[in-house]
């Protein structure tokens, strides 16, 4: 007789900055909540996002990068992201197509190693490979350094190998009931998303301009009777220089970065938004234990 439980876990995604780890999670959950953006760390608090189908309930638990801390956040998040480990049931780790193991991954192999659960080995970007053979020697130059459960060679930005993936995920997940009912899709509040999508917004319109030293508060967030939504929302950056650029000749920059981000809100809530951005400077706010409880982080979490 053919076992009709269905499955249901804990799954965290890690990897170095860049590897694409919200674009697979994007891909895997197929709605954009998670925050994608060129450059690293931006992905603060461990955004859970759920995935349910006939098989069961994944939910995954997205660890900001393990990578060398350079300040207060960066230990925070590299602690929050070695905690992860201990209460999964299968971690996925990312990496991208190489036979180069630097100092980073060996880091995580180290991790990975005391954690004492199937691992999955991510080798995502293949298709920025000219000659597809090669996957084989990045197999082979990883396989030795982590026991994995299996290693999965894959294309998160078109979605090649991504259902392989998901089935390999279910395969090692163990039985049990839904967490979540079947419509969830994060448990995260919405104030936190919204302010998460304004962050990557900024960093991306910035570019390069404005350095990884800003946070967004919500300050008001509230449902007119019609469903319009109304969110105020200020832009924190550590100097006055700073503050100039994202604001712009005569406002322009801000504009652009409420507008992307006003489009992505209304997608994700399904309802007209009125945004309203402010920007402050709060200095050496990554080193305040107050500033970053304030901003949603709390430096004591193990």
Known sequence: MENTQKKSGFVTLIGRPNVGKSTLMNRL?????????NKPQTTRNRIQT???????????LDTPGIHKAKNRLGEYMVNVAEHT????????????????????????????????VPVILVINKIDTIKNQDEVLTFIA??????????IVPLSALKGKNTDLLTELIFKYLPYGPEFYDED??????????????????ALRLLDDEVP????????????????????????????????????GKGGSMLKKIGSAARTEIEKMMETQVNLKLWVKVRREWRDSELYMKNYGYNPNEN
């Open 141 to 150: 130059a990883y396989k030795d350094i982590c026991n994995f459960a299996e």
């Open 212 to 247: 990884h030293g800003i946070a967004v508060t919500i300050e008001r967030m509230r449902e007119r009777d019609n469903g319009i939504m109304d969110i105020e929302a200020t832009i924190v950056c550590e100097r006055d220089s700073h503050k100039g650029i994202i604001i």
């Open 50 to 60: 759920v995935y349910t189908d006939e098989r069961g309930q994944i939910i995954f």
């Open 85 to 116: 480990l201990k209460e999964v049931d299968l971690v996925l780790w990312l990496v991208e197509p190489t036979t180069f193991i630097g100092a980073g991954e060996r880091h995580i192999a180290e991790q990975l190693n005391k954690a004492n």
């Open 184 to 201: 969830t899709v994060t448990d995260q509040p919405m104030r936190q998303i919204a302010a998460e999508l304004i962050r990557e917004k």
């Open 29 to 37: 959950i197929g709605q954009k909540i998670a925050i994608t953006s």
